[in-house]
């Protein structure tokens, strides 16, 4: 494994790690810590900026260029997650089997969208 490599699984473990953590405090109502879960939540993705930054340094590549592209790869990204969350809850939370199967089917799809329009299609 190369060095580059090793310090983007640590420092994504620990970014990814903060901000889900951070998450459940500011959501789930019983624990009674919003605000320390949204400051958790902003250093674990302040940590997965870094994690970034210091991945694409190690690997001597040209920092990221805000496109068109780029900003709509993102959303459709954001997008598909959220749907398929949405999906998700409607199964297991509310009960509401059909809807929430269909709901979350489109979010996997959106989802495999990303794959094309990232890699490209090849013959």
Do not use: Y
Request: proline fraction near 2%; charged fraction near 10%; glycine fraction near 12%.
């Amino acid at each position: 494994m190369k060095k580059s490599n090793f310090a983007a699984m640590i420092l994504g473990t620990i970014g990814a790690v903060l901000f889900a953590l951070g998450m459940c405090m500011a959501l789930i109502l019983e624990w009674n810590a919003f605000r320390p879960g949204v400051i958790m939540g902003i250093i674990g993705i302040a940590v997965l900026i870094i994690m970034v930054i210091v991945w694409r340094k190690m690997e001597h590549k040209d920092p990221i260029h805000i496109s068109a592209k780029t900003i709509g790869t993102i959303l459709l990204g954001v997008i598909g997650a959220l749907t398929l969350g949405v999906g998700m809850c409607l199964t297991m939370v509310w009960s509401n089997m059909i809807l929430g199967i269909v709901i979350g089917l489109v979010g996997i799809i959106l989802l495999l969208c990303l794959i094309p329009l990232t890699k490209g299609l090849q013959q």
